[in-house]
């Protein structure tokens, strides 16, 4: 089980930037498929943006494609999302989750859900004017 923290969270104005990051005290987070997941009150969570071990493969939802940027750090072993131009319906709470499949390869990533078994506490971001 590899433990999530997620911080940077926040409210924003429509159109603002906020980046998210996600660690894991203590562990590495350089051999893990990495997501950020995203669910809004009354819906059920959903993908945002995977992210391959070797930080080559990358996947947006069409609804953040062009406006957030998902990037791991080795060196800092931190999972980030850049979120620009930010809208109201970007409003939810963002988890990070990883995939501990030693067989994954370093260029593997998927959008599936429940492919996902560590998830971190979650972060809130609100975009309101």
């Known amino acids: 089980q590899v433990f999530l923290v997620e911080s940077g969270g926040g409210l924003v104005r429509p159109g603002d930037s906020l980046i998210l990051s996600c660690t894991a005290p203590?562990?590495?987070?350089?051999?893990?498929?990495m997501g950020w997941f995203r669910q809004a009150l009354g819906r059920d969570r959903e993908f945002v943006a995977v992210?391959?071990?070797?930080?080559?493969?990358?996947r947006y939802a069409e609804t953040v494609k062009g406006r957030f940027t998902i990037s791991r750090d080795h060196e800092r072993d931190t999972l980030y999302l850049q979120m620009d131009s930010l809208k109201p319906e970007d409003t939810a709470v963002y988890y990070c989750?990883?995939?501990?499949?030693?067989?994954?390869?370093?260029?593997?990533?998927?959008?599936?859900?429940?492919?996902?078994?560590?998830w971190g506490q979650g972060a809130q971001v609100t975009v309101s004017s």
């Open positions: 989750a990883a995939r501990t499949a030693a067989t994954d390869t370093p260029d593997y990533c998927t959008t599936d859900i429940g492919a996902y078994g560590n």
């Open positions: 203590g562990r590495t987070l350089k051999d893990y498929t």
């Open positions: 992210i391959s071990k070797d930080g080559e493969n990358r």
